[in-house]
């Protein structure tokens, strides 16, 4: 193997047992490792149990990990995808392809060789067949500089296997869906702190799926804060024009504040303190409607605030059968 002043290699780091496993192969090839984790807002707990694993296994693994966070180009290409959908609302080819231009900005910074992955060949139908490998690295401009460790055997070799920057031999074939190989390995190279498959993309999840959907059909412009409260507590349909959202614990009710628009209005309860609403929109009279079949006591005062801090007090009666309205629950 050729052996460069500046051994640096750029990962794709998910936080799954895949993109570790390919961190590891390439660091046993004696590369300096650049770990890149992109945050978005449909990341399962807001990406922060990953965050916290691949902090431990950065000082453990001892390689540099850089913590990106998607902006609105991203809402953008879940919202239009070039490539279309998986299953739900899952842009996997587009999301791939935003993933590896930031990381190849990276590589371009750090004046490191190529940028890999933990892709397998056919373990995902819609972005991980011959055919979709392949536009992805034509549209990241990484061609011949994008290495899959885990199924490089598979492939034609990159310009780091020809140059024998990359020993090949040294790399794998790991093809399909099961993960039993990945778990062998894991065990034998003692691998800790990784995730579950799919590392918690709620793009997966139909039922996150509803509220997204619901989202894109009723706003013509939205944020990142609307995004990241989809998280938060039930979401109600009211109307086209008016969503609210109500906590389901006094963490949701923290939560559900910090990820508040100035547009928005809070709903906040005299005597049940840990609930807490988020009207997106108008003011509607069934939103005080909906929020009384939560009352714990008999009746409550709300107070309505808007970014202003103007205050509007209300008094509600607790609804006997809140299933009345689940047909507004999104």
Known sequence: MIKFINMKAVGLI?????????????????????????KTPFLSNFGNN?????????????????????DMDYIEIVRNPQFGYGKNLNPCID????ML????????KENALFVFTGEVLGQRGKSQN???????????????????????????????EKTGIINRSHLLDIKGKSRKLQLYLADMKNLKYFGTPSGGCLLTDPI???????LFENSEEINLNDCYVL???KHFRVSSKTKLIISRDEKESKNLLNFCNKNDFIILLEKNSDLTGLIKGEIDDLVFEILSGYLKTESDVVFVKNYSGKIMEKRIIKKQNKINYSKFLI
């Open 50 to 70: 990953t965050v916290k694993n691949l902090e431990k296994l950065s000082e453990e693994m001892k390689f540099k990990l850089i913590i990106l966070k998607s």
């Open 14 to 38: 998910s936080g799954g047992l895949d993109s570790i496993l390919a961190l590891q192969l390439i660091k046993e090839q004696g590369f300096e490792i650049i770990g890149i984790f992109i």
């Open 231 to 233: 998280q938060i507590g």
């Open 208 to 214: 996150f799926c509803k509220k997204l959907k619901d």
């Open 130 to 160: 011959p055919q979709a490998l392949k536009i992805i690295e034509e549209k990241t401009s990484l061609k011949g500089k994008l290495l899959r460790p885990l199924t490089a055997l598979n492939l034609p070799p990159t310009e780091m």
């Open 95 to 98: 999301c791939h392809i935003y």
């Open 101 to 108: 231009k930031k990381a190849k900005e990276i590589m371009e």
